[in-house]
């Protein structure tokens, strides 16, 4: 065929095209009827170039779209399956997943999704559906590089970068969520969730000053978004502005009268300024519109234990299980749930860790007195606190969390619900001057080798806990801020063992013993604790370990303390031999320094007098 011959021939195929009853002409017409409405008129096209051309995959496709029009997916499924058996094109195939998606069949419809991509590396469509499915099958960490990919594709998209950032902010990668939180906000400026958003990210990245400007332009931008005033205040209350936070969380009231979050928070606010007759008001009127809210049982039930109210506060305390952000530790058995209401004589029980280290320690107290009602106790703890306690009294058996040893038992109490399980009131606190067990002989003398001559009082120290505590702002402190003790005659150690960047220059050049690397467990902290005369610590599982060992032990605590440290006392009826140390309302540490620093000064000359 010469080129004339073959002009000829497309110019006769593209008239045969044109003409109306063609099966392309009829195909187009079909999808003009679908986008305007009119799905009959689509059909009967349809089935017109069927009866010409069975395997059009256009049209096959057309009737799969009608299909899930008329939501009859599973007949879409089937006609679009038949078009990409005609020819697997990836516009097909987006369908088809769709469909599947539909009918949630959503691993069948990633499949389609990641074929249409692999087909059409280059195109948009094919990563956007593919990581709205990921995140429907809830795989963030996939669907996140989808929508990367995506957004590579398409820099202008929008939506891309906006689940780039949710995505990033789900991880709990906020630097990322940040960056992409503010890429969407170049990309459409003003957009109040977008800001919104931002700010919770720098929240949550401990960025709080700049977390306050972003939430303060967010309220610019809509003023009557009674969350964005909440958040207003949660921010100025993390900020130790609680003065200021109360009017925020009263306008969002206004404009959301029935939230209990906001009940929580002004009363969380209240709570650190002592106004706990207020505070305990609000959880009762959140109460009243939510009843059973395990967030505000959870709340209200600390601060009556701070009050001394236990009979409320261990009953509330239960409610831990069901509150939203705690890191429990939470079992799942068949067997009953023991709260001291039914004999245990003669059966086995199974206490559990349900919460941190000094919880642990602290409730472990009540281990022999479940033995003493005669149960057999096997206890799970924390792997680094098994060694320490398998020797507890009253214990049959002691296994790390860890342990993956199927257990026999015939009921269970986790460990922080024992003082509710023995009815504990302030007067009835099992307080023995030490009750967890004593170092042996030989690991004791190892640690007196190390320290050497005890030639003047040892004082342990520890100034910072948990990092990711949602308090550690308020419980640690700097190193440096000890220095006026340092100043002192005595030999100080550390017994602190995880250091911040901040401390490590400070503990270089304070002349602290720092002896931290052999302190490999409990077990070993314990000895060394037991070598020393002192221990001065702010509020961490070392303060539980060194109190409950019947070592003297003064803790440095906030204004607003944790709910065991009670109120208004520098003793504690749970440790005989503790003092505490209280900021004021003036919420620094340098004054408390200077008493702990005065009573340290008289026990050194008491103790050089004695040894003299």
């Keep these: 065929m010469n080129r004339r011959e073959r002009r000829a021939a497309v110019q006769k195929s593209k008239a045969a095209a044109d003409r109306a009853d063609s099966p392309a002409t009829l195909h187009r017409t079909g999808m003009q009827h679908l986008q305007a409405g009119r799905h009959l008129d689509a059909q009967l096209c349809c089935q017109q170039v069927l009866a010409v051309d069975p395997n059009h995959a256009d049209t096959l496709h057309l009737m799969g779209l009608l299909s899930l029009q008329a939501e009859q997916h599973n007949l879409a499924v089937e006609w679009i399956a038949r078009a990409i058996r005609c020819d697997p094109q990836a516009q097909y195939l987006l369908s088809l997943g769709t469909a599947l998606q539909r009918q949630g069949r959503l691993e069948e419809a990633l499949k389609a999704f990641g074929k249409a991509a692999q087909l059409k590396p280059d195109a948009a469509g094919p990563w ?15 669907a996140l590089l989808a929508f990367q990919q995506l957004l590579e594709l398409d820099p202008g998209n929008w939506d891309a970068a906006d689940k780039c950032a949710s995505l990033f902010l789900q991880l709990g990668r906020l630097e990322e969520a940040v960056g992409y939180f503010g890429l969407c906000d170049q990309m459409q400026p003003g957009r109040v969730a977008t800001v919104k958003m931002r700010a919770l990210a720098l929240f949550g990245q401990r960025r709080f000053e700049e977390s306050l400007a972003e ?16 958040n207003l205040g949660v921010v100025l209350r993390r900020l130790d502005r609680e003065e200021e936070s109360l009017p925020w969380f009263d ?16 009363a969380f606010a209240l709570t650190q300024l002592h106004r706990f007759s207020e505070a305990l008001s609000l959880y009762d009127a959140s109460d009243a519109i939510d009843p059973g809210n395990p967030d ?40 009953p749930l023991w709260l001291g209401k039914q004999s245990v004589a003669g059966k086995t029980i199974l206490i559990h860790v349900d919460e941190g280290f000094g919880d642990t320690i602290q409730f472990a107290r009540y281990v022999p007195m479940v033995a003493a009602l005669g149960a057999r106790v096997i206890l799970i703890v924390s792997d680094a606190l098994q060694p320490l306690l398998s020797e507890l009294s009253g214990v049959s058996e002691c296994h790390p969390l860890s342990t993956d040893k199927l257990l026999a038992f015939d009921t269970y109490c986790p460990i922080s619900s024992l003082p509710l399980a023995f009815d504990t009131r302030l007067e009835t606190i099992p307080a023995a001057a030490s009750y967890l067990p004593m170092p042996t002989k030989s690991r004791l003398q190892a640690w007196e080798d190390r ?28 190193l440096r801020i000890l220095s006026p003790l340092l100043q002192l005659d005595a030999s100080f150690v550390s017994l602190q063992k995880e250091l911040r960047p901040g401390d490590m220059a400070t503990l270089r ?6 002896l931290t690397a052999g302190l490999t467990d409990f077990v070993e902290t314990a000895a060394l604790v037991c070598c020393l005369d002192l221990v001065i610590t702010v509020d961490t599982s070392v303060a539980h370990l060194a109190a409950a060992l019947g070592r003297p032990t003064w803790i440095l605590l906030p204004y607003k303390p944790d709910y065991r440290w009670l109120l208004d006392r520098d003793d504690s009826p749970w440790y005989p031999t503790v003092r505490l140390f209280r900021q004021t309302m003036t919420r620094e540490y340098a004054s408390v320094v200077e008493r702990v620093r005065a009573e340290l000064s008289a026990r050194i000359a008491a103790w050089s007098e004695r040894t003299g």
Excluded at 128 to 142: S, Y
Excluded at 509 to 514: A, H, R
């Design 509 to 514: 050049e304070s002349g602290i013993v720092d």
């Design 215 to 230: 939430t303060r332009r967010a309220h610019a931008l809509d003023p009557a978004d009674a969350d964005i005033c909440n």
């Design 128 to 142: 956007q559906h593919l990581g709205a499915a990921l995140v429907e099958l809830k795989r963030p960490g996939d």
């Design 251 to 266: 306008r969002a009231l206004e404009l959301r009268p029935n939230s209990p979050a906001v009940f929580t928070n002004k």
């Design 451 to 478: 320290l050497g001559p005890h030639d003047r009082l040892r004082v342990g120290m520890v100034w910072s806990g948990n990092p990711k505590h949602k308090d550690d702002h308020n419980r640690s402190l700097a």
């Design 296 to 335: 505000v049982e959870w709340s209200r039930a600390l601060l009556h234990l701070l009050m001394g109210n236990f009979e409320a506060g261990w009953a509330g305390r239960e409610a831990r299980w069901q509150a939203s952000g705690l890191s429990m530790t939470n079992f799942k058995f068949s067997e």
